[in-house]
């Protein structure tokens, strides 16, 4: 059973400095991993989507990698701004069986002005 | 515009009732999911539909009955609603099964 771990669970950081955000999965058989954002009673927005042939995707000041053999993604936020307040969601998508994501629990992230 | 839009957004309603939560995507997706947050903000699946046909259905009461009328709706019905039931359901959308998900803004749902 594929498991997902995000560390930390919460973290507070001044404006300006960079995020680095942390998913591990028990399971390396993925086809893709997606990081998310879900802000406080709203729905999830899709960040990035990399697929387990690639090592990192970009979209402006995210950067996402992912080691597949060792079971890990990293979401890097540069230059944090109070908007990027807001629990992030790291869930891979097995290569086997049907095609449920299993999510993490999140990393609850404050930007501090 | 909404790609993946759900009704309502807020639910409260009594024990014992039965409720439906409909869900509806525009983006040409072929497969719908039903996912369940619940209060420790954990995101687990209940069901998946690829062209109307289940393809998952996770180990949920069977009080909870989806229906999928065409490839852009997946509604959620929901028979004698219990306490524990309360949470934050998410309809979300993919093309195939592997490709980029989309999700609803969520309903919340509390029983009393």
């Known amino acids: 059973k594929q498991e997902v771990t995000q560390i930390p669970a919460a973290l507070s950081v001044p404006e300006g400095e960079n995020l680095v955000l942390n998913c591990s999965f028990t399971?390396?058989?993925?086809?893709?991993l997606q990081w998310f954002r879900q802000d406080p009673g709203k729905g999830l927005t899709s960040l990035l989507l990399?697929?387990?042939?690639?090592r990192e995707q970009t979209s402006g000041r995210l950067n996402a990698s992912l080691d597949k053999s060792s079971g890990r993604s990293t979401l890097y936020i540069a230059a944090s701004q109070p908007g990027d307040s807001a629990t992030y969601l790291c869930?891979?998508?097995?290569?086997?069986?049907?095609?449920?994501?299993?999510f993490g629990k999140g990393n609850q992230v404050v930007v501090i002005p | 515009d909404t790609a993946v839009s759900q009704t309502p957004k807020y639910l409260v309603t009594q024990m014992g009732n039965d409720k439906s939560i409909k869900c509806e995507q525009n983006?040409?997706?072929?497969?719908m999911y039903w996912y369940k947050q619940d209060s420790k903000k954990f995101l687990k699946i209940m069901f998946s539909?690829?062209?109307?046909?289940?393809?998952i259905n996770e180990t949920v009461p069977n009080r909870f009955s989806p229906k999928s009328p065409d490839k852009a709706h997946l509604n959620l019905h929901i028979n004698s609603l219990e306490l524990g039931d309360s949470a934050v359901y998410f309809c979300?959308?993919?093309?195939?099964?592997?490709?980029?998900?989309?999700f609803g803004q969520g309903t919340r749902l509390t029983v009393v």
């Open positions: 979300a959308s993919s093309r195939g099964g592997r490709t980029e998900a989309f």
């Open positions: 399971d390396s058989a993925i086809y893709n």
């Open positions: 983006l040409g997706h072929d497969t």
């Open positions: 539909y690829n062209n109307k046909e289940l393809i």
């Open positions: 990399i697929q387990s042939s690639q």
């Open positions: 869930a891979v998508r097995p290569t086997y069986g049907n095609n449920r994501l299993a």
